[in-house]
């Protein structure tokens, strides 16, 4: 089985930066101020052939019991259960701190390998020795600089020539859809995450938010692999406080292009925000097949209901084959049912088709409806071939295919997708004009 190390710290002694070392990312996001990482961030490493997963955690301040940095406690209390072995960061620059020895005590009641690692040995004023993390009692500290790579190899040497000697398989992450939750903050994203893992592994609190980063959790159901990726809320601000808020987008926008089915959730109350349609339409454009999830249905009256469904259909009429859910993340009700179309749509964007079978319906799709007249001739479609999938791209060839209106293209991408029973996604057209590059006599004459 895989090895897990997880990466603990109080706030901003660098494990961001070094789980980007780690894991050859930019992944987790790294800014000086502290309480970045809200939640248990994974990443997969290797080291000398062998696969493993880091975890990097929150700032942990065990002393904590009330708020958002006692849920991150909480947080990175279940990283450590979770762990093969854990890597107590600390700074070589601000020297040992009370918080320091408090973690210390904690991890050494939890009975895990530990690997006291003094990062930041480059910067300006770190200590030149190290005997007061001697203090800690946990055995020869292990020096690093995150940022620059220097002493992570014989960190890593230490680390796996304690952990068994098993042989780690190789995962391939293109074995199971990967899930994109998308959504503006605080319509229910984080709570329809641990309703679909079933426990409570990211940070639910009642204020837009707080969920600051993409979080990638790899798990089973019913014995098939999934990856869930739950975005950041993203909002749409004149003014990026901080940079977080610029931040927090690109990390959205780089897990719609990672993921393979993207579920779009929304609040029941709250309606459909211009930034919604935004958010949908930057989904349309990489081509990722869409679920939208409306959240918070129970409780909402017939008349409610009904006028959520009509603004369903006027503001996001353009992905009118998308499937729609109700649900309840809270409760759970229908969260199951998501399933179902996950697994359809991301077994269809992998579809591959023969030419021969793409030309048969061509055919029979120009003969129910014709392409038009243009400056008195038709516009001919010779020719039809698959171009790649995911999202499922089909490439006609033939004559004054630039001229060719928007609503005939719109026929054929409906028409293609009832004949080639690809109903839920999206198909991306592309027109090449002039000769049929598979016409066995091209070049004959």
Not at 57 to 74: D, Q
Not at 165 to 174: F, K, L, R, T, V
Not at 428 to 444: C, V
């Amino acid at each position: 089985m895989t090895a897990v190390i997880a990466l603990v710290g109080r706030p901003n002694v660098g494990k961001s930066t070094f789980f980007n070392r780690l894991t050859r990312t930019r992944e987790a996001l790294v800014a000086d101020f502290p309480g970045l990482t809200r939640d248990r961030h994974y990443g997969t490493a290797q080291f000398e052939g062998r696969q493993y997963l880091v975890i990097d955690t929150g700032g942990f301040e065990p002393e904590e019991r009330e708020g958002l940095v006692a849920a991150m406690a909480i947080q990175t209390r279940l990283a450590i259960q979770e762990a093969d072995a854990i890597c107590f960061l600390v700074d070589a620059k601000e020297g040992l701190s009370a918080q320091d020895e408090e973690i210390a005590m904690e991890l050494r009641r939890g009975g895990k390998p530990i690997y006291l690692v003094v990062n930041k040995m480059d910067a300006k004023g770190a200590v030149s020795e190290l005997p007061e993390f001697h203090r800690l009692g946990l055995g020869m500290p292990y020096t690093i600089s995150a940022a620059h790579g220097h002493g992570v190899e014989t960190l890593l040497e230490a680390v796996f020539s304690d952990l068994p000697s098993e042989e780690i398989a190789q995962q391939d992450a293109g074995k199971g859809p990967r899930i994109a939750m998308l959504g503006r903050p605080n319509v229910g994203k984080s709570t329809l995450v641990n309703a679909m893992l079933g426990e409570k592994r990211v940070l639910v609190f009642d204020e837009p938010g707080t969920t600051r980063d993409s979080i990638r959790i790899p798990y089973e159901r019913d014995g098939k692999p999934y990856v869930m990726i739950d975005t950041a809320g993203m909002r749409r601000r004149a003014r990026v406080g901080e940079g977080l808020e610029k931040l927090s987008v690109l990390k959205t926008l780089g897990a719609l292009r990672e993921a393979d089915v993207v579920l779009l959730v929304l609040d029941a109350r709250v309606g459909i925000a211009e930034q919604d349609s935004h958010l949908v339409g930057v989904a349309v454009e990489l081509g990722r097949p869409i679920v939208v999830v409306i959240n918070k249905w129970d409780g909402m009256s017939p008349h409610e209901r009904k006028a959520v469904k009509q603004e369903l259909e006027r503001r996001l009429s353009f992905i009118q084959y998308a499937p729609v859910y109700t649900i309840s993340a809270l409760h759970g009700t229908g969260v199951g049912d998501l399933y179902k179309s996950i697994d359809r749509l991301w077994q269809n964007s992998r579809k591959h088709f023969s030419t021969g079978e793409l030309n048969r319906a061509l055919g029979e799709i120009i003969e129910t409806h014709q392409p038009p007249m243009v400056g008195g001739r038709r516009i001919k479609l010779r020719y039809c071939h698959q171009g790649g999938e995911n999202p499922v791209t089909l490439v006609f060839h033939g004559n004054q295919l630039t001229r060719l209106p928007g609503s005939y293209k719109r026929y054929l991408e409906s028409a293609f997708r009832k004949a080639l029973r690809l109903d839920s996604i999206p198909l991306r057209l592309l027109f090449r004009q002039g000769e049929n590059p598979y016409d066995p006599q091209r070049g004959k004459h």
